[in-house]
T-cell receptor
């Protein structure tokens, strides 16, 4: 069974440029999460989807971050414009359902903003 | 909201020795406590979990204990091996409520051969 797939693995951009990350969750997993992990820290939730609905985006900086999961399967997280402080690893995770607490993570996208 | 503290931040042990990582949480409603292992360049991977209705759970060389009264839980790794070297994260979840996962800050474990 394929795990959570993320791309790209690495991204280097200059500040003020846009960037997008893509995630394909495990087949059949209805719940999808985007986390941000700063160096030496634990993951912090940005947004959680139940199918195509964003049920928790309270930690998403909406002035520059956006996300979508149009068909309730794969998802895209976008930053526009990127700032130096956005440098981090962006992790996607999925779980079978909202009541299933076991999260399966992708390998993440390491973003460097110069 | 929930706050999870994790100690130590780094831990070095000789191969074959035991390692213990401790976490405390603040929200008494939290009832599910997973532990994740993150190897370099990879996402966190669930290695063991415990629910609030049990005090201890064991899976081969790893075990987790929970003291609900004191609001702390610990990960125990026995007979450590070099491949145990990684960053370990604890987490706390209120499964019956909002189900937000709050992670600790991580412990970098180094097993010295």
């Amino acid at each position: 069974e394929a795990g959570v797939v993320q791309s790209p693995r690495y991204k280097i951009i200059e500040k003020k440029q846009p960037v997008a990350f893509w995630c394909n969750p495990i087949s059949g997993h209805n719940t999808l999460y985007w986390y941000r992990q700063n160096l030496g820290q634990g993951p912090e939730l940005l947004i959680r989807y139940e199918n195509e609905e964003a049920v928790d985006d309270s930690q998403l900086p909406k002035d520059r971050f956006s996300a979508e999961r149009l068909k309730g399967v794969d998802s895209t997280l976008k930053i526009q414009p990127a700032e130096l402080g956005d440098s981090a690893v962006y992790l996607c995770a999925s779980s079978f359902s909202a009541s299933n607490e076991k999260l399966f993570f992708g390998s993440g996208t390491q973003l460097s903003v110069l | 909201g929930e706050n999870v503290e994790q100690h130590p931040s780094t831990l070095s042990v000789q191969e074959g020795d035991s390692a213990v990582i401790k976490c405390t949480y603040s929200d008494s409603a939290s009832n599910y406590f997973p532990w994740y292992k993150q190897e370099l360049g990879k996402g966190p991977q669930l290695i063991i979990d415990i629910r609030s209705n049990v005090g201890e759970k064991k899976d081969q060389r790893i075990a987790v204990t929970l003291n609900k009264t004191a609001k702390h839980f610990s990960l125990h790794i026995t007979e450590t091996q070099p491949e145990d070297s990684a960053v370990y994260f604890c987490a706390a979840i209120d499964s019956g409520g909002y189900q937000k996962v709050t992670f600790g800050t991580g412990t970098k474990l180094q097993v010295i051969p």
